[in-house]
Every structure is written in structure tokens, then in C-alpha cells.
């Protein structure tokens, strides 16, 4: 069974941090490009982050060196640290996979071929 989850979303304080975890079972996640994103209310779901099954990342323009993502292929997981939240982050954020195979770039969410439920972050003032 194929599984993407999702997990450590919540409140942060503006100007604080928070780390978001993805679990993907039921592949082989080494021959998988991962990637982040997000959806605010009334928004389109917009690019956050992304990472190759070798390591090479790539950011959403308006990230600024905020957030890193990273991969531990060893525990099939893919991480989404966020350093200095600002109020624009509340969103729900969603943890996507893709086959190496199949080619093309990681910034539209609709080349993936899974995707978890998402985990909600909120940025308070």
C-alpha cells in the first residue's frame, strides 16, 4: 500500500521556526523525487520546495534562504525546515512524490504522482 504522510504541522509564533516531516511507504523511495507544497485559503497551491533522489534541491522564489528540504533515504523520509516564519506561510502544506523515470522538473504540483493529506500550518501574531 502506498502511504504519504504528512506530519508536524501546527502554530508558530511569526519570526519562528518549525520542522515538517514526510513518511512515504509502499515505493521504492530512492527512485523518487520529493517536493513540497503549499495551499493558503482562496490561493492556488504554490511550489515550495523540491528534491531530487540525489540531493539537488530547488525553492520557491519567495523562500529567500528561509526553509531547507532534505531526505534521509535510509527512513524513506523527506523534511521541510522553516526558520523565520512570516504571517504569508499559513497555509496547508503538502508532501508530494514523484518517479524518477518519468521526467520533467518539480515546481508543478501536477507532474507528481502522489500526494498526502497535508498538514496544516498556522503563523500567530
Known amino acids: 500500500q502506498v502511504q504519504l504522510v504528512e506530519s508536524g504541522g501546527g502554530v508558530v509564533e511569526a519570526g519562528g521556526s518549525l520542522t515538517l516531516s514526510c513518511a512515504f511507504s509502499?515505493?521504492?523511495?530512492?527512485?523518487?523525487?520529493m517536493g513540497w507544497f503549499r495551499q493558503a485559503p482562496g490561493l492556488e497551491r504554490e511550489f515550495v520546495a523540491g528534491?531530487?533522489?540525489?540531493?539537488?534541491?530547488y525553492y520557491g522564489n519567495f523562500v529567500n534562504d528561509r526553509f531547507t528540504i532534505d531526505r534521509d533515504n535510509a527512513k524513506n523520509t523527506v523534511t521541510l525546515q522553516m526558520n523565520n516564519r512570516k504571517v504569508g506561510d499559513r497555509a496547508i502544506y503538502y508532501c508530494?512524490?514523484?518517479?524518477?523515470?518519468?521526467?520533467?522538473?518539480?515546481?508543478?504540483?501536477?507532474?507528481?504522482?502522489?500526494w498526502g493529506q497535508g498538514t496544516q500550518v498556522t503563523v500567530s501574531t
Open positions: 509502499g515505493v521504492d523511495f530512492n527512485s523518487y523525487n
Open positions: 528534491i531530487e533522489w540525489h540531493s539537488l534541491r
Open positions: 508530494e512524490g514523484k518517479g524518477c523515470p518519468r521526467g520533467g522538473g518539480l515546481r508543478a504540483s501536477d507532474e507528481y504522482d502522489y
